[in-house]
């Protein structure tokens, strides 16, 4: 079993930085593939960054490419969302999930459906 527990969100103003963080229990997360994914109210879950494995490769959403960084500390079984220049429709739950089982050391996974394990969500609120 595998447990994923965010924290880090909260109330900012457009322009301000956020570090989500995720601790994942049960499975070390060098054997994972890691996303990040968000859902506003009223829209569908979606993926924000993802990072492979071996943590050499990472991929991002076009909209917050540039502004996020998704990253990972294997020593603390700790996966990092960095948050820059947060924008209104940053506004969101966001959630961490792990793939596991994956043998590709570089994978990438995108779609919600690909990922096994979800943590709880945190919120983040953006306010202009």
Same mark, same amino acid.
């Given at each position: 079993?595998?447990?994923?527990?965010?924290?880090? $969100?909260?109330?900012?103003?457009? &322009?301000?930085?956020?570090?989500?963080?995720? !601790?994942?229990?049960?499975? +070390? /997360? #060098? @054997?994972?593939?890691?996303?990040?994914?968000?859902?506003?109210?009223?829209?569908?879950?979606?993926?924000?960054? $993802?990072?492979?494995?071996?943590? &050499?490769?990472?991929?991002?959403?076009?909209? !917050?490419?540039?502004?996020? +960084? /998704? #990253? @990972?500390?294997?020593?603390?079984?700790?996966?990092?969302?960095?948050?820059?220049?947060?924008?209104?429709?940053?506004?969101?739950?966001?959630?961490?999930?792990?793939?596991?089982?994956?043998?590709?050391?570089?994978?990438?996974? +995108?779609?919600?459906?690909?990922?096994?394990?979800?943590?709880?969500?945190?919120?983040?609120?953006?306010?202009?």
């Amino acid at each position: 079993q595998v447990r994923l527990v965010e924290s880090g $969100g909260g109330l900012v103003q457009a &322009g301000a930085s956020l570090r989500l963080s995720c !601790v994942t229990s049960g499975r +070390t /997360i #060098s @054997r994972n593939v890691m996303g990040w994914f968000r859902q506003a109210p009223g829209s569908e879950r979606e993926f924000v960054a $993802g990072i492979s494995r071996s943590g &050499g490769r990472t991929y991002y959403a076009d909209s !917050v490419k540039g502004r996020f +960084t /998704i #990253s @990972r500390d294997s020593a603390k079984n700790t996966v990092y969302l960095q948050m820059n220049s947060l924008e209104t429709d940053d506004t969101a739950v966001y959630y961490c999930a792990a793939g596991i089982g994956r043998t590709n050391p570089i994978l990438i996974m +995108t779609g919600i459906h690909e990922y096994e394990y979800w943590g709880q969500g945190t919120q983040v609120t953006v306010s202009s």
